[in-house]
């Protein structure tokens, strides 16, 4: 079946840090992949998503590229904020799926 | 706009009780899910529902039951509520399952079993 496999966290850095959260896949056909935030005591939010191969997501600083070759998506930002720690899930939808598959998520701590 | 409304936000039960988990979202959504979110670990899908009157188990199904009446509401029950259903529940909402869909989700609701 479909899984999502994301790095293991927690990750730690200073502000203005730059971020990779690594996030593989396993699925048939073309999944749509999403990357979603979670801020402490609050649900989950989409953050961007990308839905056909090279597809590039971007939300507020955050980027990621759908890379079929490799089956990544993976999470990336240049200057990261005190107010970006927060746990990171990766998730796909797909082709027919009527399921979204999550990963178990990374936890982010930004230090000032 | 409303989205998806879950209650209650914070419940505590007795080993033994039951209650219900309530979830209704006004985007006129088809599919309807319930996860479990466990300290410190990733979302377990519970069950999920394509449409009213349609339900299936999810990965986790075990001491839970739902149903699908509407198209708004997908209640999730607990029927005899144990220590390890201590958790956090989220329901969340897709449109009809074409590729790039987005799930939306509730805010949670903190269940603890004692």
């Known amino acids: 079946g479909d899984s999502v496999t994301q790095m293991e966290g927690p990750v730690t850095l200073s502000e203005e840090a730059f971020l990779t959260i690594n996030c593989t896949y396993t699925a048939t056909g073309y999944p749509s992949l999403f990357w979603y935030v979670q801020y402490p005591g609050e649900g989950l939010q989409l953050l961007l998503k990308a839905t056909k191969a090279d597809d590039k997501g971007s939300n507020k600083g955050f980027e990621a590229t759908y890379r079929k070759e490799t089956t990544s998506f993976h999470l990336e930002k240049g200057s990261v904020q005190v107010s970006d720690s927060a746990v990171y899930f990766c998730?796909?939808?797909?082709?027919?799926?009527?399921?979204?598959?999550f990963g178990p998520g990374t936890r982010l701590s930004v230090l000032p | 706009n409303a989205g998806v409304t879950q209650t209650p936000k914070f419940r505590i039960l007795k080993i033994g009780q039951s209650m219900t988990l309530q979830c209704t979202q006004d985007?006129?959504?088809?599919?309807m899910y319930w996860y479990r979110q466990d300290p410190g670990m990733g979302l377990k899908l519970i069950y999920y529902s394509v449409g009213a009157g349609i339900t299936d188990k999810g990965e986790v199904p075990n001491g839970y039951n739902v149903s699908r009446s509407t198209t708004e509401d997908f209640p999730l029950r607990l029927e005899l509520a144990a220590p390890s259903q201590t958790s956090v529940y989220f329901c969340?909402?897709?449109?009809?399952?074409?590729?790039?869909?987005?799930?939306?989700f509730g805010e949670g609701s903190w269940l603890t079993v004692v």
């Open positions: 969340a909402s897709s449109p009809r399952g074409f590729s790039g869909n987005t799930i939306y």
């Open positions: 985007m006129n959504h088809n599919y």
């Open positions: 998730a796909l939808l797909g082709d027919y799926g009527q399921n979204f598959v």
